[in-house]
């Protein structure tokens, strides 16, 4: 090697030794790389290097440099290369710059988005501890006593020291190069002097060999401190220890503008914000406590907060404060907090332990007014819906009133006639008059039936039914009565579960929607009856309070008719409401079917659009057992065989037709208007085969008189006979073996079947 007066700068203590040596030799670390430069000049190439970086020995210790570099053949005589020339130029201080520049950027654009200390002093801590390579980095607080605490630490290969550590260890020499505001350099920690002998210590302890601490003032307030730290002793470079200042200069910067946002959230904020320690003192109250609550900042922090607390609040609420000094954990709680001229204010708090394990800080929220405000909205809106219900109720009686007044004319004016032409001798139109009674009579009966569907009130008898099956037997029927301009299709899901059911209350609704959309194609259009089996979800069923997760059958009617628009959806529950010409609909079918869905513990719904089309999902829950079918009535009036019943109805016109009606059947009747007159016959030793009670009996009921009755008589035969009671809304439950239900009103002919069905049993 041959080399100018410049080079040999750059070579530092390897210099003289390196001029006239072997170049392997004299950079033995760089030796490969050199190894390829002369092999690749020696034949006639030249090369060129820009910035390159490397890391050589020149000084004693090793630094990290970057070049330029230009390689030339030397041609001999023959011009064959017989040398190389390099043109250097060192390159490191303003790479260095350049790098330290972008670095700073890119850290102050990412502190400028943080919001609090603790992620700002993290964020460089990570950033400048990859850069340079340092085992060990932390932004401290410092106390006017001296001490440093450490929250968090980057630490790579070497243990944390977080936690509280007193500067004062560090010795004299030390303390003042601190305080003189240059960065502190150690580069060899058990050899430098300036640390006391147990700063040395326990700095090593620490895997500590080499330092750079950066210390921040606030005017002349010592106040930080930013520390990157080497495992083992190392030479910092200039440009090193130059971007710690500047990185410290930028942290400090930082922490300063989020303590100033905070300060002013401190400030404005409408909480009640607070530092307190678990002992039950405040040390710091923001503004919102005097306007809140009126007490001076003075008064709140010369006296423990328990003593503003609601005395019956006191305890849960030092509870809370207690398990959170405790698990270290955020706490929240309520209480009632005085004010200065003597009301209680309802406050929402949230609190969380500061990591010096003695305070915390505390978020109060004032629910007071919000309170009275959610009190007010609930009175409006119960007056509200008070206000619906009347103008409910007022729809309801007034669309009942005119239906049964209607029903009642045709019963009353039948009766009169027919009592005028008995009394006149005519009897040839006696008959006439009676079968439009009788008429009217029934359409009452289905009126106060879809009145007690649409009330969930009705008597249900639920089984386990095949629903596939059942529209199957239905499609006759159907067929006939749609028409020849609709045309039916079914589409029965495979597998179908199931369902707990009423199969007659089931079979009126199927045949309710048909016709229903039959009517909303006046043109004709296709109608599509579907079954499926459905999941529902808690996320589904949280808007229907009475309906539960699980799983269902679905019984689905579909149109292609006129559709209805968003207005008209929202009332086609509604009793008496409905879209057909007066005279044409009761407007109950629909709330009757809604009723009967709520009730058996299934679900409606409908979905509609003008022009296209309705479609109403009828949800029935799955059932579990095997498919139980609908019990068939005795096709023949069955007469009695002198077998004694007992009749207790407390309305004298019901038990008179009953007991009519058994006497022309063969029976002997025994009459009751109530239970106290029955159960002294009851318990008598008097025959009795068959009780027919109602329910809705004064007094003691018709189920608790059937229970004292077979107390005497276990094998007692028991029918029920209901106009409704709420016992009796679903038999599923409320009848055991030998006790069967009669729903009010009833013919004689069914009376009499169901009576001679349930003594043959």
């Not at 495992?231 to 220890?241: F, G, I, K, N």
């Not at 003075?298 to 959170?324: C, F, K």
């Not at 276990?714 to 038999?731: E, H, K, N, W």
Request: proline share 4%; net charge negative.
């Amino acid at each position: 090697m041959l080399y100018n007066d410049a080079y040999s700068y750059f070579a530092g203590g390897r210099h003289p030794d390196s001029f006239g040596s072997n170049v392997r030799e004299s950079w033995p670390e760089i030796a490969e790389f050199n190894d390829a430069v002369l092999k690749a000049v020696l034949t006639g190439e030249c090369l060129r290097y820009r910035d390159q970086e490397m890391t050589l020995l020149r000084s004693g210790s090793l630094e990290r440099v970057w070049m330029d570099l230009d390689y030339s053949p030397i041609l001999g005589a023959s011009g064959v290369p017989e040398g190389v020339i390099c043109i250097l130029t060192e390159t490191t201080r303003r790479v260095e710059a350049q790098r330290r520049s972008a670095f700073l950027l890119s850290l102050s654009d990412d502190l400028r988005a943080l919001k609090t200390p603790a992620e700002i002093t993290n964020l460089a801590a990570l950033r400048i501890g990859e850069l340079l390579d340092a085992s060990r980095v932390f932004y401290a607080e410092i106390t006017s006593g001296g001490m440093m605490t450490v929250e968090r630490d980057y630490a790579r290969s070497v243990g944390s020291i977080a936690g509280v550590h007193s500067l004062a260890s560090f010795g004299p020499d030390l303390l003042a190069a601190y305080r003189s505001g240059a960065p502190v350099v150690v580069r060899d920690v058990p050899g430098d002097e300036r640390l006391s002998a147990p700063a040395r210590a326990g700095l090593t302890a620490r895997e500590v060999g080499a330092f750079i601490d950066v210390v921040l003032f606030e005017e002349e307030q010592w106040v930080g401190l930013l520390a990157v730290q080497n495992a083992s002793p190392r030479v910092w470079s200039e440009a090193e220890e130059t971007l710690v200042q500047e990185v410290g200069v930028r942290v400090k910067a930082a922490i300063e503008r989020v303590r100033a946002e905070r300060d002013r959230l401190w400030d404005l904020s409408q909480d009640l914000l607070a530092r307190a320690d678990f002992a039950g003192m405040m040390s710091a109250i923001n503004p919102a406590w005097t306007r809140v609550l009126g007490w001076s900042e003075n008064e709140l922090l010369t006296r423990g907060y328990a003593s503003i607390m609601h005395p019956d609040d006191v305890t849960h609420s030092l509870d809370a404060i207690a398990r959170m000094a405790q698990s270290r954990e955020p706490a929240r709680f309520e209480n009632r907090i005085a004010t200065q001229d003597g009301i209680w204010r309802s406050i929402e708090w949230t609190a969380a332990p500061e990591p010096d394990g003695i305070n915390f800080v505390a978020v109060g929220r004032d629910l007071t007014d919000a309170r009275a405000q959610e009190a007010e909205l609930e009175t409006a809106q119960e007056a509200l819906r008070h206000s619906q219900k009347m103008e409910a109720i007022g729809q309801l009686t007034g669309g009942i009133a005119h239906d049964f007044n209607n029903m009642l004319t045709g019963i009353i004016g039948s009766l009169d006639l027919v009592q005028r032409n008995i009394a006149a001798g005519r009897l040839d139109r006696v008959d006439r008059y009676i079968a439009a009674g009788n008429a009217s009579a029934q359409r009452a009966a289905a009126l106060t039936a879809r009145l007690l569907a649409f009330g969930r009130r009705q008597s249900l008898d639920l089984r386990t039914t095949d629903v596939n099956a059942l529209v199957t037997g239905m499609s006759e029927l159907l067929d006939r009565t749609l028409g020849e301009q609709t045309v039916l299709e079914t589409h029965l899901g495979a597998s179908l579960w199931t369902a707990a059911t009423d199969i007659n209350q089931l079979e009126s609704a199927l045949l309710n929607l048909c016709i229903n959309a039959r009517d909303a194609m006046p043109g004709g259009g296709r109608l599509i009856v579907e079954t499926d089996n459905i999941e529902l979800d808690q996320f589904y069923t949280r808007d229907y309070p009475d309906l539960v997760p699980g799983e269902y059958v679905v019984l689905s009617v579909s149109d292609t008719g006129t559709g209805m628009d968003a207005s008209t959806l929202d009332k086609v529950f509604e009793p008496f409401f409905t879209t057909k010409p007066v005279g044409q609909g009761t407007g109950l079918g629909l709330s009757m079917i809604y009723g009967f869905a709520r009730q058996a513990g299934g679900h409606v719904r409908i979905y509609s659009e003008p022009g296209v089309g309705t479609t109403v999902k009828l949800f029935m829950p799955r059932a579990s057992g095997a498919v139980e079918a609908a019990e068939q009535g005795t096709p023949q009036l069955a007469q009695g065989l002198g077998e004694t019943v007992m009749v207790v109805e407390d309305d004298p016109s019901v038990r008179l037709i009953i007991t009519e009606v058994l006497q022309e059947l063969g029976y002997e009747a025994i009459e009751a208007a109530d239970a106290q007159a029955a159960i002294p016959v009851l318990q008598s030793t008097e025959r009795i085969d068959l009780l027919v009670t109602d329910v809705g009996l004064p007094g003691l009921n018709g189920r608790q008189l059937a229970e004292i009755a077979r107390e005497t008589r276990p094998d007692l035969r028991v029918l029920f006979i209901t106009g409704y009671t709420q016992a009796a809304s679903a038999r599923s439950g409320f009848l055991p073996a030998g006790m069967e239900m009669l729903t009010k009103p009833f013919s004689a002919d069914l009376l009499a079947t169901k009576i001679r069905e349930i003594i043959e049993r």
